[in-house]
């Protein structure tokens, strides 16, 4: 039945309006309990009939009404089936059983109403977590405004304790940040200026100033919403499977039931009267009610329970096909690792410090933009080292830089820099020692010179996440293999970090085209392949897989659009999440359908041996259509096993140090 759903109505419609879809069965019921006992009691026939119709118009206008609509559009569905099993048992004087019949078809729907509202609420408490105003900067006070009218470019002020209106980055102050509701991630993130915060999450003990990026309407908390309510209407292979079947199948039961009602009375093996009960009967007990819900409702709880983790997946057929990868192709860099590069290691030659190598080379990085510059004096910072008083510091295009620190000539550079010419030092076999070192351990490697003379090296890397190789093990857990690296970085770094995080094989200096050919064959090697990328350099190879996986940070344009799954978070455990949704969601699927076509087995020469009334085929058949809907409710209680818990390999990956 269509009843209008209690989760789509306002939040200001009535209590009775709300639970309608339980108040209308209950009501029902009253007036069937009624009118039985009036009919027992020896009342005037008026009492109970009254009754007794009033019964059968509150439970079953809906199902009368749907039924002959898809009548008139020669559609038979199961409303119809229902509507014309409680008006034959009414025309041979089995009311009380047309009526119990609708009362329970009634409840059996509201009931399934009620649960499947529960898998919404999932979602739809995400957009309650938004505030409704905001506290925006105008002129040179804050005033409290609704988050309607703020605009992009407004400075909104987040104090302790209050939740974020807008997507935005931080202008300033410094604040710990719960984005739990949508990264999934369980241990508040801290948040400075440069930092991107999202609307609905929980701001710590520290004030922010936010500048906004997204209007409310294009927060992203409010795209999850729209992308996993759009999702909800896509429809898995199983669930198109099974809606084939019903178009057949459910003119055959109206067939069964003609032959039912006519064929025993024609060779006198039961009366009119008798044949057309257990017709009514097989009916009932032979429509697909509960099949028609069972990959639905698992559909839709399985997407709530990924969203709830800040897994979007974006429709039930994508559920569904990643339940079925055994293979994996990842990207590098920003996948695998996390996507900027890092101080790996410092070595110093002829025994000179190493607080003094790095200050050296921070001191003329401080005047270079380039990644690696912003590496270094990270690095210095982290070891509260500070940069000296450099001078006349210039780029070397390709190879360096050059300049005076503490009032002497200074170097810094790739090992090409250093070949005797414009003043630079040649390199001596320590300093070639050191560099091979580092680029043996996967590093970026550069010399610093000072005063003529080589003082060190530094070794800078793009190292993985610190959970990739808990991550790996995990997919390896699950039986996925292989799981493949696909990048364009050289076969050296590459096989280092392949290493570093488990994964089964590495194909490097690939460019995009190669990519393709490289998903391309593996899906011919294991038919179905997922490939998880960063949503903007893999497009193709995404695309190309039978699930493309977006590592999206926070949701990003790119990995909500343009992905079958997105990762709100960067965290490579809720890939491992992801797969175990997806196949705990398959599972439950195939337990939905032998409940549901069990039950149909059972009833239907039950019904034929005249075994069963129809009041007890109601009974069993709606009792099917719950179990299948709350079956599928668990999956919004899916826990994934603790990381690294009983899992082969699951060391972490060695890191830099601190810096």
């Not at 409840?107 to 898998?119: I, N, R």
């Not at 405004?145 to 209050?162: N, Y």
């Not at 919403?225 to 199983?238: C, D, F, N, P």
Request: aromatic share 4%.
């Amino acid at each position: 039945m269509s009843a209008t759903n209690s989760e789509d109505l306002p939040d200001g419609a009535s209590w009775v309006r709300r639970h309608r879809e339980l108040l209308e069965p209950a009501l029902a019921a009253a007036a069937l309990l009624a009118a039985w006992m009036l009919e027992r009691s020896g009342a005037h026939p008026g009492f109970w009939g009254t009754l007794y119709a009033v019964s059968f118009a509150v439970a079953g206008y809906e199902a009368l009404a749907e039924g002959t609509r898809a009548a008139m559009r020669l559609r038979l569905d199961v409303d119809f089936l229902m509507a014309v099993a409680a008006i034959g048992a009414a025309a041979i004087g089995e009311y009380a059983e047309g009526a119990m019949l609708l009362v329970l078809f009634s409840l059996g729907h509201g009931l399934e109403h009620y649960a499947m509202g529960q898998a919404r609420k999932a979602i739809r408490a995400l957009g309650r977590l938004t505030p409704t105003v905001a506290w925006v900067r105008r002129g040179g006070a804050f005033v409290e405004v609704p988050v309607a009218s703020v605009t992009v470019g407004d400075v909104v002020r987040i104090r302790p304790s209050e939740r974020v209106p807008m997507d935005g980055t931080v202008e300033s102050g410094a604040s710990s940040v719960d984005q739990s509701p949508i990264t999934g991630e369980s241990v508040p993130v801290e948040k400075g200026p440069g930092d991107d915060v999202f609307a609905g999450t929980l701001n710590g003990d520290g004030m922010l100033e936010v500048r906004v990026t997204r209007l409310a309407a294009d927060s992203t908390v409010a795209r999850m919403i729209r992308l996993v309510e759009e999702a909800q209407g896509q429809k898995s292979t199983t669930q198109r499977y099974a809606e084939r079947f019903t178009r057949i199948y459910v003119p055959c039961v109206v067939a069964a039931t003609i032959l039912m009602w006519t064929v025993p009375p024609a060779f006198g093996w039961l009366t009119w009267a008798d044949s057309f009960l257990r017709a009514m009967t097989l009916l009932v007990g032979a429509s697909p009610c509960a099949l028609a819900i069972s990959t639905p409702a698992a559909v839709l709880a399985g997407v709530a329970r990924a969203a709830r983790a800040g897994i979007l997946i974006k429709g039930g057929a994508h559920l569904e096909s990643l339940g079925a990868i055994r293979a994996f192709a990842m990207d590098k860099t920003g996948t695998l690792t996390a996507g900027r590069p890092a101080l790996r290691r410092v070595i110093a030659i002829d025994g000179t410090p190493e607080d003094r190598v790095l200050a050296v080379a921070a001191s003329l990085e401080e005047h270079s933009t380039h990644p690696l510059a912003h590496a270094v004096l990270a690095a210095a910072r982290s070891r509260g080292i500070a940069a000296r008083p450099a001078t006349d510091v210039q780029a070397i295009r390709g190879k360096g830089m050059s300049g005076t620190v503490d009032g002497i000539p200074a170097r810094l550079g790739a090992l090409r820099l250093f070949d005797g010419t414009d003043g630079a030092p040649e390199a001596t076999d320590a300093a070639r020692s050191a560099i091979a070192e580092l680029e043996a351990e996967a590093c970026t490697a550069m010399l610093v010179a000072h005063g003529g003379r080589f003082i060190g090296a530094v070794g800078l890397i793009d190292g993985p996440r610190p959970e990739a190789r808990t991550a790996v093990a995990a997919l390896h857990a699950l039986g996925v293999r292989p799981l493949v690296m696909l990048t364009g970085d050289n076969e050296r770094v590459a096989r280092a970090v392949g290493d570093l995080v488990g994964v089964d094989e590495v194909r490097a200096s690939l460019m995009p085209e190669r990519k393709i050919e490289a998903v391309r064959e593996l899906l011919s090697a294991h038919r179905s392949v997922a490939m998880v990328g960063d949503g903007v350099n893999d497009a193709p190879a995404l695309a190309a897989a039978t699930v493309g996986i977006a590592m999206g940070k926070s949701g990003t344009d790119v990995a909500l659009e343009a992905a079958d799954v997105a990762l709100m978070s960067d965290d490579l455990m809720r890939l491992p999440m992801a797969v175990g949704i997806s196949r705990a969601a398959r599972a439950i699927v195939r337990q939905n359908v032998a409940i549901s076509m069990g039950m149909v087995f059972v009833l239907i020469p039950l019904a034929v041996a005249g075994v069963v009334p129809v009041w007890l085929a109601v009974i069993m058949h709606e009792g099917s259509t719950v179990a299948v809907v709350l079956n599928s409710l668990r999956l919004l209680g899916y826990r994934a096993p603790a990381p690294g818990a009983d899992l082969p390999g699951t060391a972490r990956a060695p890191q830099a140090p601190p810096g």
